[in-house]
């Protein structure tokens, strides 16, 4: 076993500078916590797996193990962790993933046991999340929700940053301590960082406030991860936009402007995807991502039926879509069931018995989106109102706008005026209005 240098570098370099380690996962199952909850074991312990392999980590074993009552300095007894360090010998494992939070002793102390990396699930996402990122914003809030929990964790061992980043500048007195150190270090990065995200992110909102001026309704994709959203995304806007079958395959905000089958332009938004258990500082490091949510009109909840735990997952979404305080009403939310391709015709015929008022298709195939489209524009354009709308003939940017988005029922000339009847969208009826 190369034992030793296991645990030399930081979690960071050695899973970026050494593909396919090999690893272990284990799924503690906690009896005694306290949660809401109730997903099956197995079910979370092959979402970890599927994490794991996320970040290319060459899963060799995995495992629930039960525990009744947690150690508060190693989580499990001494039996379990001699039985796991029997495994990483014989398996010669790198990296042991545990799939729940991990207090910073726990961590150090299984280190110590074990003599290998030890992640826990926080770690793992914030991984795949730094792996992912595209965007200038979206790598700032990764590296800042990365340097949040690298501070927490500081109690387990010395990280020596100073030497890494070569700030020999911010060492201070003979009598600081290697810990102070090190914390001041990744204070500094952080007050860093954040300086940088707020110029990023004024520049987003602004952006929001324009898109938020233009006349064209938002339809987003919401779901799961692995859910299927980029797939729907590309199959509508027939573009090339990632969408491999991978957990987080999305980000940041992907948006495309595209034509109904009424001619009318509606701007497409693709989202990250969500997860059960999201770490704390990921939810506080993504709300600006997921803010783009709350300016759409239309929110499309894309579901993968094929897995056990869809009803699951459906309930991590809406509980995350209310945090966010966005309402879900029958006028602003639909429900596609994605992967009908992966299941049986007779699931199918059930679900076409018992869920009439959702979407059934196959992103991957096409399968249903005809239907998907005729719904999305049913909806972009219901509850339509009747407007007469009198407004001076020289404004020949207003008609053009009216003409691009309303329906005009008939129009009378007058000397300095129009006076215009128009069918248009509530929605539409008060962008107009403002622009007045």
Not at 9 to 21: A, P, Q, V
Not at 315 to 339: C, F, P, Q, W
Not at 381 to 407: E, G, M, Q, T
Request: proline letters at 2%; charged letters at 25%; aromatic letters at 4%.
């Amino acid at each position: 076993m190369k034992g030793i240098n296991k645990i030399s570098k930081s979690n960071k370099n050695i899973i970026t500078e050494n593909k396919n380690l090999n690893t272990l996962v284990i799924h503690p199952d906690i009896k005694l916590r306290k949660s809401n909850d109730n997903r099956d074991p197995q079910q979370c312990l092959d979402e970890a797996i599927s994490l794991t392999r996320a970040i290319s980590l060459n899963v060799l074993y995995s495992e629930i193990i039960t525990i009744n009552t947690p150690r508060p300095g190693t989580l499990m007894g001494s039996g379990r962790i001699a039985d796991i360090k029997t495994k990483i010998h014989d398996l010669d494992i790198y990296i042991v993933i545990l799939d729940g939070n991990v207090s910073p002793i726990q961590q150090r102390n299984l280190e110590r046991e074990w003599n290998v990396k030890v992640l826990d699930r926080t770690a793992l996402i914030l991984e795949i999340f730094g792996d992912r990122a595209v965007t200038k914003e979206g790598v700032l809030q990764v590296e800042l929700a990365q340097l949040n929990y690298q501070r927490t964790r500081l109690v387990r061992s010395w990280t020596h940053l100073e030497r890494q980043r070569g700030a020999t500048s911010f060492i201070g007195g003979p009598g600081e301590s290697q810990l102070e150190l090190d914390r001041r270090l990744i204070d500094d990065e952080i007050v860093k960082i954040k300086k940088r995200l707020n110029q990023v992110i004024k520049t987003r909102n602004l952006h929001r406030i324009e898109r938020k001026k233009t006349p064209h309704p938002i339809v987003s994709l919401i779901g799961y991860t692995n859910a299927g959203k980029s797939s729907l995304f590309n199959q509508i806007t027939m573009s090339d936009n990632l969408a491999k079958d991978m957990l987080f395959a999305t980000l940041d905000t992907t948006m495309r402007k595209i034509q109904t089958s009424t001619n009318q332009t509606i701007i497409l938004s693709d989202t990250v995807g969500f997860i059960s258990n999201l770490p704390t500082e990921l939810i506080e490091a993504f709300k600006s991502t997921l803010e783009e949510i709350m300016d759409a009109d239309l929110i499309i909840h894309v579901r993968d039926i094929s897995v056990v735990d869809t009803e699951d997952q459906r309930r991590d979404v809406i509980n995350i879509m209310e945090a966010l305080g966005k309402e879900l009403t029958k006028s602003n939310y639909i429900e596609v069931h994605n992967k009908i391709d992966l299941v049986s015709k007779e699931l199918v015929n059930t679900y076409k018995k018992t869920e009439s008022t959702k979407i059934l298709m196959s992103a991957k195939t096409g399968e249903g989106l005809g239907r998907l489209k005729l719904l999305i524009n049913e909806m972009i354009n219901a509850n339509k109102d009747y407007f007469v709308l009198k407004i001076p003939s020289s404004r020949l940017d207003l008609i053009s706008w009216i003409y691009k988005n309303s329906v005009v029922i008939s129009k009378r000339y007058n000397k300095t005026t129009l006076e215009i009847k128009m069918q248009i969208t509530k929605i539409n009826r008060n962008k107009l209005l403002s622009k007045i």
